[in-house]
C-alpha cells in the first residue's frame, strides 16, 4: 500500500507538470472608459481604445489650457506574467480633480482580462453635490 502523503505528492507533481506554461504576453489591445457624474448627471466622459507593448508607455494627453487631463497605460512583466496597469488623471474643475488607477494581470495571450470600479464622494461646499466616478478596463493580450 503506497502512504497517503507520496501518493499526493506524486499526484500533484504530475498534474503540474501537465500544466501548459503560462507565457507573459507581449502586447495588449485594450478599451478604457472613464465616467465621472455630479448628482447623477454625467459631467466628463472618456472612452479609449489603445495598443501597448510590453516595456512601454501609452501616454494620452487630453488637457486643455486651463485643466490638466492624462491617461497613461504600461505593460510590464511580473514574473510568468505581464500586468496592464492604468492611470487616469483629470482636474474636472476648480475645486475637485479625479483619479483612476488600477490594473489587470494579463493570464494568457488571447484572453479578455478586465475590471471595473466605482467611486464616490458626497460635498456640502465648493461644488455641492454627489460626485460619482465609473471606470471600466478590459484587455486582450496578444
Given at each position: 500500500?503506497?502512504p497517503m502523503?507520496?501518493?499526493?505528492?506524486?499526484?500533484?507533481?504530475?498534474?503540474?507538470?501537465?500544466?501548459?506554461?503560462q507565457a507573459?504576453?507581449?502586447?495588449?489591445?485594450?478599451?478604457?472608459?472613464?465616467?465621472?457624474?455630479?448628482?447623477?448627471?454625467?459631467?466628463?466622459?472618456?472612452?479609449?481604445?489603445?495598443?501597448?507593448?510590453?516595456?512601454?508607455?501609452?501616454?494620452?494627453?487630453?488637457?486643455?489650457?486651463?485643466?490638466?487631463?492624462?491617461?497613461?497605460?504600461?505593460?510590464?512583466?511580473?514574473?510568468?506574467?505581464?500586468?496592464?496597469?492604468?492611470?487616469?488623471?483629470?482636474?474636472?474643475?476648480?475645486?475637485?480633480?479625479?483619479?483612476?488607477?488600477?490594473?489587470?494581470?494579463?493570464?494568457?495571450?488571447?484572453?479578455?482580462?478586465a475590471t471595473?470600479?466605482?467611486?464616490?464622494?458626497?460635498?456640502?461646499?465648493?461644488?455641492?453635490?454627489?460626485?460619482?466616478?465609473?471606470?471600466?478596463?478590459?484587455?486582450?493580450?496578444?
Amino acid at each position: 500500500m503506497v502512504p497517503m502523503k507520496s501518493f499526493l505528492a506524486a499526484a500533484l507533481a504530475a498534474a503540474t507538470l501537465a500544466l501548459p506554461a503560462q507565457a507573459a504576453v507581449m502586447s495588449a489591445t485594450c478599451t478604457v472608459t472613464v465616467n465621472y457624474s455630479l448628482n447623477n448627471t454625467l459631467v466628463e466622459g472618456y472612452s479609449r481604445e489603445f495598443s501597448v507593448a510590453e516595456g512601454a508607455t501609452y501616454t494620452h494627453d487630453f488637457s486643455t489650457p486651463t485643466r490638466q487631463k492624462v491617461f497613461t497605460a504600461t505593460l510590464l512583466r511580473d514574473g510568468p506574467r505581464s500586468v496592464l496597469s492604468i492611470d487616469y488623471f483629470n482636474d474636472v474643475g476648480t475645486f475637485n480633480a479625479i483619479s483612476v488607477d488600477t490594473s489587470v494581470r494579463m493570464l494568457r495571450a488571447g484572453a479578455l482580462e478586465a475590471t471595473s470600479g466605482r467611486q464616490g464622494f458626497y460635498t456640502s461646499t465648493g461644488v455641492v453635490g454627489n460626485h460619482i466616478t465609473d471606470y471600466s478596463l478590459s484587455c486582450r493580450g496578444a
